[in-house]
């Protein structure tokens, strides 16, 4: 069946519209959080650490849990709950900004807030898109989830940068207030066909969390993505945390340029979501990944070498993003899609948690690092670093009997993996 059908899913059209609402209000937010830390507050290399450390930390505290009880409730209203706090916390920095109060240790506790949320939804998105789509339209719904992220994604930063024209940048953070708001209007309105286990039936947290551990540590599909997932993670998130200093400060651009290169960046990422499954079908899924992991390391390399040489910075700047954007996406889309085919549906939950402790928790870590290294090393010395680091992301797909399958492996038997009570 086409893709067309995905549309015919029942709820698919209410989560597609509330998420690419939000996604349009994080896009918004991207910008406007570092133009606040960078040029309102002067943040330093070490403090941008800070920021986005808080921002995943997260992950690494309490992702193992939070995979485990989001198994015992239902998934959206988990999501609905995420946003409402997200929603709250984002709009304290306008407040306090009104106020004439702001200081970067606000950033900081915002944004770990706003990821102690994020753990929650994120792993109940992931895990709730095969609870309300069939089984034969996940890979097509996670496309199209993705390409209006994307969509969002070309537009918002150039939207950010002619709103920050007019605004202040705190006073732009409140549209990311109105897309949690939006998307938590768009789940209320969702009727899914979750049941969860009753309570009777559950064992103790530890017994589940233990669970989800061993079904992605048994599956070596699940361990190359996480391999490779965390060491691209490792190297981006250095990359990234140093970037809007290189570009704000070093290059001197202006906000506005900086948000239409990321707008025009996202061309990549777009056309990944829409071509991802597409070409899996057409060369096969191993190959599709692995040489996604190629050519997103290769991409990596122009955004420091913008830093060298300005005078083609810009240009340097958008090849790097699209190329880079295509390719992570794309790798996402179709490693994402066979993770969700091959979980047993109760186990959803904590296979996302699992991978994304390890792979996001690594992000916390990885934006300390740049911190330290920006400190000691320079901002761009810091940054060819972390290209170095995501370089290694190349070998796990590569030195793999996965490089050459046409289709990755499917979900088994679910009575296989789920323990009986």
């Known amino acids: 069946m086409g893709r067309s059908t995905v549309w015919r899913q029942p709820g698919f059209v209410l989560l597609w519209a509330g998420e690419g609402t939000s996604q349009l209000g994080t896009q918004l937010a991207g910008l406007a959080m570092p133009i606040v830390a960078v040029t309102m507050l002067q943040a330093t290399d070490a403090e941008m650490g800070y920021l986005n450390a808080a921002q995943t930390a997260a992950f690494l505290i309490v992702g193992l849990p939070a995979g485990a009880w989001l198994d015992r409730m239902r998934k959206r209203h988990v999501m609905i709950v995420a946003d409402l706090v997200r929603a709250a916390a ?13 200081e970067i240790w606000h950033l900081v506790a915002v944004g770990a807030v706003v990821g102690v949320a994020t753990v929650f ?20 719904a996670n496309g199209v989830l993705e ?24 006073v732009v953070l409140l549209a990311n207030v109105a897309g949690f708001l939006v998307s938590v209007l768009a789940l209320c309105g969702i009727r899914d066909r979750e049941v969860v286990a009753p309570r009777q039936d559950r064992r103790p947290l530890h017994l589940e969390i233990a669970e989800g551990i061993r079904f992605v540590a048994g599956e070596d599909l699940l361990r190359r993505v996480v391999a490779t997932v965390a060491l691209s993670n490792l190297g981006s998130i250095i990359v990234y945390t140093l970037l809007p200093i290189a570009i704000l400060r070093i290059l001197g651009i202006d906000p506005f340029l900086f948000g239409v290169i990321l707008s025009i960046g996202a ?46 910075a810009v240009v340097l700047l958008v090849v790097g993003e699209s190329l880079f954007g295509f390719t992570v996406v794309v790798f996402n889309i179709v490693q994402v899609t066979a993770r969700q085919r091959l979980c047993p549906k109760p186990l959803l939950g904590r296979m996302n948690a699992c991978i994304r402790t390890v792979v996001w928790g690594i992000m916390p870590i990885g934006a300390l690092l740049a911190g330290a290294l920006g400190t000691a090393f320079g901002t761009v010395t810091a940054m060819w670093i972390g290209v170095a680091l995501g370089a290694l992301a190349i070998v796990p797909f590569m030195l793999s009997p996965f490089r050459t399958m046409r289709a990755l492996p499917t979900r088994p038997s679910e009575a296989a993996h789920v323990s009986e009570p």
């Open 121 to 140: 939804f994120d792993v109940g998105y992931q895990s709730f898109v095969p609870v309300l789509v069939d089984d034969e339209h996940v890979g097509d």
């Open 147 to 170: 390409a209006t992220a994307q969509t969002m994604r070309l537009g918002g930063p150039a939207l950010a940068g002619a709103l920050l024209g007019i605004l202040s940048a705190p």
């Open 267 to 312: 061309v990549g990422a777009l056309a990944g979501s829409l071509l991802a499954m597409p070409l899996a079908r057409r060369i096969g899924e191993g190959t599709t990944i692995t040489w996604s992991t190629v050519v997103f390391a290769a991409a990596s390399t122009l955004l420091p070498l913008a830093v060298l040489l300005p005078d083609a």
């Open 90 to 102: 984002i709009a304290v920095i306008p407040l306090l900004a009104l106020l004439g109060h702001l």
